[in-house]
């Protein structure tokens, strides 16, 4: 009924002082829990029902992320890191909402990279998501574009915003109308 503290810091992907906000927010319970065998141990931990519904909470959100940009890469338009988290329930002001975001995005683009590779032409639909501000893509993206080699780490400021223009277009001609 209980799980360890540090096993519900790596099932939610999280970190202990986000856990202890939970925990005094009352979405988890904490539970201390003894182990006397050979030796006396103590053990902080969560009630395992709170750490499944948070993990059933973090999968709508991914969903509503992916369909959120799916859409947008279907409609030829762009949207907001911002714009994206809103729709899933969560907060651009929060540091936990915006890690959540850029490992979801990454996943979406790694997914639409593994789907238009053979195809000749790799994209990353997580090029529709652009920061309100800029209007391009948070360094995330980039980052990420370096890490699946489609783009050169020593590149300019001008070739990183030609590349996603080129990635922009693409997702619009394969995910568009």
């Not at 959120?68 to 890469?73: S, T």
């Not at 070739?159 to 394969?174: A, G, P």
Request: proline share 4%.
């Amino acid at each position: 009924e209980f799980i360890p503290m540090q096993a519900a810091i790596s099932i939610l992907e999280s970190t202990a002082q986000t856990l202890k906000q939970r925990i005094g927010t009352g979405e988890l319970n904490e539970k201390t829990f003894f182990i006397t065998e050979p030796v006396r141990k103590t053990f902080q931990g969560v009630e395992i029902g709170g750490v499944k519904r948070l993990l059933i909470l973090k999968q709508k959100r991914r969903e509503s992320i992916a369909s959120h940009v799916k859409k947008f890469a279907r409609d030829n338009k762009k949207t907001s890191y911002s714009d994206a988290l809103n729709e899933a329930g969560m907060d651009w002001k929060s540091p936990p909402d915006r890690k959540f975001i850029s490992k979801v995005l990454v996943e979406l683009s790694h997914k639409s990279y593994e789907e238009t590779i053979d195809g000749g032409n790799p994209c990353l639909i997580s090029a529709v998501v652009v920061s309100r501000n800029e209007n391009i893509p948070t360094q995330s993206f980039f980052e990420d574009a370096t890490t699946l080699g489609l783009l050169e780490s020593s590149a300019t400021h001008m070739e990183k915003v030609e590349f996603w223009e080129e990635q922009l277009k693409l997702v619009y001609e394969i995910y568009g109308p």
